[in-house]
């Protein structure tokens, strides 16, 4: 694990409290954020999301399968996520643990419960055969912040998933269509973490001030300016106010990087 | 060329032949061959062959003033990380302070960062650093970053002509590890100055000229230089 | 059958239109990762890597350090959307396997003397998958290698040959690994021509082995032109654009 040296937790706090932060950005700015999707040809939808330094890879396949026994009416969504040691000389090989798993939950709540794929129109036979999306992610560089990264890499991956219908033609009965589709998507909300570092709030980590960092706060906002989603993570506090902090900071930046979605899916 | 910089060389480029040529740091030799074994720049002064590195970890050697990080205090010592490939012991026979057993802790401690000199290495790469002597001591405030370790002769220049010029225009105190570490103290514009000059000598480390753009760069807008 | 499919005409096209002895198309470009010590991302054909290396550092746990060199830990990976039907993430056997023969090849060329008690970790994921990826994956692992500054005799390449219909080619391709008739990948040390590794699958005449290996190192030494290229222009081209 690497040491933080206090200096550098001291000297990023000294910043703060001038209203500064190490690489010069304002406390609820963004770096530079770049989209780019359908780079994986395997994939049925993919996208490749920088952040500043932090990239993360996001694939979807698509399988059929059956669907969970209380929602037969319902095609089934997966997330899974993966630190992978390319990323990080602190990442290690081997299963995903509590970090990555965190991760994934995080985004497959996002999707999932903000409906934002239709997975009733995901169904083939009630009860019995469904379309599956799988969205991993694969983190490949780690500067901070891989919630935002990793949430608008599954976005923009799913915004340009095709359904393979042609290609699993001999298991789909009879009368339903065997012409690839698009994925039924609506409007996604768009996820921004903040981190807290004694009293300030930061938007958009990077990796030395998410190592120091003593609370995480990620607010998921929808175009109308409602929540969508909130995950609170580390083991600092927030007050009242910071939380209000986070989420104005989360809808004005939503606003930005949903354009931004939008301008790389072309939707 | 001056024009293309300095020569580039991969491992496995052959740089010459034994007796042409005497084969220096950062070459092998195989069957009167010299070849390079690294990523880095060709230099050959009289008939020494050597290749200085672009890249790479930082390897110890004996006398080397570095920056450390304490990992963790034992009883009689510290686990220092020094941005080498095995971590450093700091013993407490090596430090300018009495401390009473297992009182480490007291005078170092997990986080705290020090300018330390390498005391010895072994052949297996154990590695052994000391704070005794007056240049040594613990570092506190200011801002600590790191760099490139093959490129340290590019920051400190010829006969420190470099770093001289980057404290002049900036007003600040610098410290260079060898290791790869700059220890930064000033105020916020000047620390954000230097970290702008190390970029910028990192990025154009293999060309020529490199002092003289760093100084203007440095100049503009620069405080009152006495 | 195998042999029903038309995998090369009679006039030697294949069916993305190639000719029996040309490489699908390499692109390279190194230092692409931040965090990373060195890395490389590497496109051959529909293929797409990416590879970093990380060290020397201490090798742990400790029972795994050699007190005379460094251990070389190679790390393959295919991205469970790499692949038509989704492979389940983490390690499989085949994994497991072109991981250590990887590891293997590399520790040959590395000068590991240097860092007794220290780990060389090379990490490669395979991304978009068509047909050569260990080929692919050690190609970028050499170049990430050079990249991060480890020590090293020479650059290691890899480059598979094949045999389609009868008869033998170079560098297989996805149709034609898959209902081909012998796959045989290798690596060598450009400089000496030492093989680093070394495999092979289906039926080959040992005439048949002959050629299919000269023309893999033959391809070999076509990608690592294009390997030294790119490490050469991501360094010189600073000088380049300074100057100007």
């Known amino acids: 694990m690497t040491i933080v040296p206090i200096i550098k937790r001291d000297y990023i706090t000294k910043l703060a409290e001038q209203g500064k932060r190490i690489d010069g950005r304002n406390f609820d700015q963004y770096r530079n954020i770049e989209v780019e999707t359908k780079v994986v040809n395997k994939a049925e939808g993919s996208a490749r999301v920088k952040i500043g330094n932090t990239q993360v890879l996001v694939g979807v396949k698509i399988d059929l ?98 359904i393979p219908a042609k290609r699993f033609e001999k ?29 300030f709030v930061l938007f958009d980590s990077c990796f030395d001030e998410e190592i120091i960092a003593d609370a995480r706060l990620t607010v998921a906002t929808d175009n109308n300016g409602d929540i969508r989603a909130m995950q609170k993570g580390l083991s600092g506090s927030f007050t009242k106010e910071e939380i209000q902090k986070v989420i104005k900071g989360a809808l004005d930046n939503g606003q930005e990087i949903r354009k931004k979605l939008y301008q790389s899916t072309g939707k | 060329m001056p024009n293309e910089g300095r020569q580039v060389v991969i491992p496995g480029q052959i740089l010459g032949e034994i007796p042409a040529l005497i084969p220096g740091r950062g070459t092998f030799v195989e069957n009167k061959k010299i070849y390079a074994e690294r990523l880095g720049v060709l230099n050959i002064q009289e008939k020494f062959v050597h290749i200085i590195p672009l890249k790479g970890r930082y390897e110890p050697i004996v006398g080397d003033f570095v920056i450390g990080v304490v990992e963790e205090a034992s009883t009689s010592n510290w686990m220092v990380d020094i941005n080498a490939p095995y971590p450093a012991l700091l013993h407490v026979h090596e430090v300018p302070w009495e401390i009473e057993f297992a009182d480490t802790e007291k005078y170092l401690n997990t986080g705290d ?23 040594l001591f613990k570092l506190k405030g200011g801002h ?77 807008d620069a405080k009152d230089v006495r | ?48 890597v990416l590879a970093a290396v990380y060290g020397p550092r201490e090798a742990v746990p400790r029972h795994t350090q050699n007190p005379l060199r460094a251990i070389v830990q190679a790390r393959y990976n295919m991205a469970a959307f790499s692949v038509e039907d989704r492979k389940r993430p983490g390690p499989d056997r085949r994994s497991v396997e072109i991981s250590k023969v990887i590891s293997e090849a590399l520790e040959k060329v590395i000068l590991t003397e240097l860092f007794p008690r220290a780990s060389i970790d090379v990490n490669i994921e395979v991304l978009d998958a068509e047909a050569g990826t260990r080929c692919a994956g050690l190609t970028a692992a050499g170049i990430a290698l050079v990249d991060a500054g480890i020590p090293m005799r020479d650059i290691p390449v890899a480059c598979a040959a094949g045999k389609i219909n009868g008869q033998v080619v170079l560098d297989l391709g996805k149709e034609e690994d898959n209902f081909g008739d012998a796959d045989l990948p290798i690596s060598i040390s450009p400089r000496t021509g030492e093989v680093l590794l070394l495999q092979m699958d289906g039926h080959l005449t040992v005439d048949e082995f002959n050629q299919a290996f000269d023309l893999a190192v033959k391809g070999c030494h076509t990608v690592s032109e294009i390997q030294k290229k790119a490490i050469i222009h991501k360094y010189q081209s600073v000088a380049a654009e300074v100057q100007e």
Request: aromatic share 6%; hydrophobic share 40%.
């Open chain 1, 65 to 162: 399968g059956e669907p969970f026994d209380d929602s037969p009416n319902m095609g089934v969504l997966s997330t899974a996520a993966e630190l992978i040691p390319l990323a990080s000389p602190d990442f290690e090989s081997g299963p995903p643990r509590e970090n990555a798993i965190e991760l994934a939950r995080v985004v497959d709540r996002g999707v999932r419960e903000s409906q934002v794929v239709d997975v009733e129109k995901l169904v083939i036979t009630p009860g019995e055969k469904v379309w599956i999306v799988f969205i991993d992610i694969h983190v490949l560089d780690y500067d901070g912040n891989l919630f935002d990264a990793a949430s608008l890499g599954a976005l923009a991956a799913l915004s340009t998933t095709v």
């Open chain 2, 113 to 135: 960062t020090i300018l330390a000199k390498v005391l010895s290495v072994d052949e297996s790469k154990k590695l052994q650093i000391t704070l005794n002597d007056r240049n």
């Open chain 2, 144 to 220: 600590l970053i790191e760099f490139e370790p093959s490129i340290y002769r590019r920051i400190m220049g010829k006969k420190y002509s470099m770093i001289e010029i980057i404290q002049k225009y900036t007003r600040c105190r610098i410290k260079v590890g060898k290791n790869g570490r700059i220890w930064i103290d000033g105020d916020a514009e000047g620390i954000e100055k230097v970290l702008l000059a190390i970029s910028m000598i990192e990025r154009e480390a293999i060309t020529f000229g490199l002092t003289d753009r760093i100084e203007e760069f440095l100049k503009k």
């Open chain 3, 1 to 48: 059958m195998k042999s029903d499919i038309e995998l090369i005409t009679r006039e030697g096209k294949r069916l993305d239109g190639r000719g029996p002895h040309d490489l699908r198309k390499i692109k390279i470009e190194a230092g692409v990762l931040h965090r990373a010590d060195g890395s490389c991302y590497l496109e051959w054909g529909g293929n797409k």
């Open chain 1, 171 to 199: 298991e789909l009965p009879e009368g339903y269509p065997k012409e690839d589709f698009p994925l039924p998507m609506s409007e996604p909300p768009i996820s921004c973490t903040a981190v807290k570092i004694n009293d």
